[in-house]
């Protein structure tokens, strides 16, 4: 069965462009606009509508995008699975997500104790955004990812099993000869005259959140494309940063930290799906009991009122 033309559909509404599709796709625009067209008129229903920037799934084609995905999704797997049989590969890859910090050295680390105790396994591991991964996981792309709750939060979904492992408290980063390096914890108000850079809204959100907090503003004047472009640009000298503590031991030698006055917090979490889970996923979900204690800290049990209800249990499983 030739499911190019249900691919091209599922392209279209995940990047919401045709020519976006196309270029992903290494087709022509006017190809895969043939392909809708053919669609709609198989259904006899429009499956797309055009906006003011690009196109989105009508409600018709909301509800075929989710059955073509799935259809998708299993047809990948088999076709995995077949030529892992024709290759003699008898274990499929890890597919391993995980957020742009922890991605810098905490997972790694932790894979590398998975593997002390598996043995060798083919992985991959990908870094993006928390609603990105979820994305990922949620069509097949990633096994397992690693994701904070930073705004806008995490999405509750029955597809998913979401499983709580830590807190972790934001710091803020600074060049190396920083005034207020080596201080201790300081507040936000002594920061407040500083240049901030920022290279996701979630980030930006929990700082200007924690300066009104603290009857304060935060001046987010510079934005980058990246974490290492963000760090390039505090390592400079052209601004300060919030980011998360998992990535303290990760940073570069030209910057440095400090913490703040009760500081913003993200809980950590893995996702795995519940269809098809992979079977090298589930020692993974139990070693960053370890992995994440050097994240966790000594009061993070007796601030419930911050964690949302999330602090209650060290795991969680959304149901």
């Not at 096994?143 to 995490?154: K, N």
Request: glycine residues 8%; contains cysteine; aromatic residues 2%.
């Amino acid at each position: 069965m030739d499911l190019t033309v249900w691919r091209a559909f599922v392209t279209v509404c995940r990047v919401g462009s045709l020519s976006a599709a196309a270029a992903e796709l290494n087709h022509t625009q006017s190809a895969v606009s043939r392909q809708i067209a053919g669609l709609e008129r198989q259904f006899g229903v429009p499956l797309v509508e055009r906006h003011a920037r690009g196109v989105r799934p009508t409600p018709a084609g909301e509800v075929f995008r989710r059955h073509a995905l799935a259809t998708l999704n299993e047809a990948d797997r088999a076709l995995r699975a077949v030529r892992d049989v024709r290759d003699g590969v008898s274990d499929r890859p890890l597919a391993i997500g995980a957020t742009p910090s922890l991605a810098a050295g905490i997972v790694p680390e932790t894979v590398r104790s998975l593997l002390k105790q598996a043995g060798s396994i083919r992985r991959s591991l990908l870094a993006a955004l928390s609603a990105q991964l979820h994305s990922r996981v949620i069509a097949g792309d990633l096994d397992i990812a690693v994701v904070t709750d930073a705004p806008p939060g995490l999405a509750v979904d029955p597809q998913v099993e979401r499983r709580f492992l830590a807190l972790d408290e934001m710091v803020v980063v600074l060049p190396a000869g920083h005034p207020q390096a080596g201080r201790g914890p300081v507040r936000i108000q002594a920061l407040a005259d500083q240049t901030w850079v920022e290279d996701n809204d979630g980030s930006a959100a929990l700082l200007r959140q924690h300066a009104v907090r603290a009857g304060v503003s935060a001046r987010i004047d510079l934005t980058a494309a990246d974490l290492p472009g963000k760090l390039a640009l505090v390592a400079t000298g052209h601004a300060i940063a919030l980011i998360p503590g998992v990535l303290t031991s990760a940073l570069r030698a030209d910057v440095t930290t400090v913490g703040l006055a009760d500081p913003p917090t993200c809980g950590i979490y893995t996702i795995t799906p519940r269809r098809d889970p992979h079977p090298c996923a589930a020692p993974l979900l139990e070693l960053p009991s370890t992995a994440f204690a050097s994240v966790r800290p000594p009061r993070a049990a007796h601030r419930s009122g911050d964690m949302d209800g999330y602090a209650a249990a060290p795991a969680v499983h959304d149901d």
